[in-house]
């Protein structure tokens, strides 16, 4: 695994990871906890412009737990969970050196 700093940000995060992070936020946020997606957008838009620090900590982080926190919801349950695998399984593009999903 890749030690993500300033100077690697963008080789380990490419614009197609964190396009395919976001969109596991702003479903999550529909699907899961009955939130507007825009919730996502609006965050997005403020941590695109914050020190790529920052970024690398919000990107350690789980999208369905950013998607709660966004949401004022409490603990995540475990139908959530298993919603956010299946939001997890239609969304994870193909990565050289990985196999496909079957």
């Known amino acids: 695994m890749n030690v993500v700093t300033e100077r690697n940000f963008a080789e380990v995060y490419p614009r197609e990871i964190r396009d395919v ?40 982080q789980e999208p369905i737990i950013l998607a709660a926190d966004l949401a004022g919801a409490g603990m995540i349950t475990p139908e959530q969970q298993r919603q956010y695998i299946e939001i997890c399984e239609d969304t994870e593009p193909s990565r050289q050196g990985w196999p496909d999903r079957p």
């Not at 702003?26 to 906890?33: A, D, H, N, P, W």
């Open 21 to 60: 992070y976001w969109d596991k936020v702003r479903r999550s946020l529909k699907e899961i906890f009955g939130k507007s997606p825009a919730l996502a957008d609006a965050l997005r838009r403020d941590v695109e412009t914050a020190p790529q620090a920052e970024q690398i900590l919000l990107y350690h």
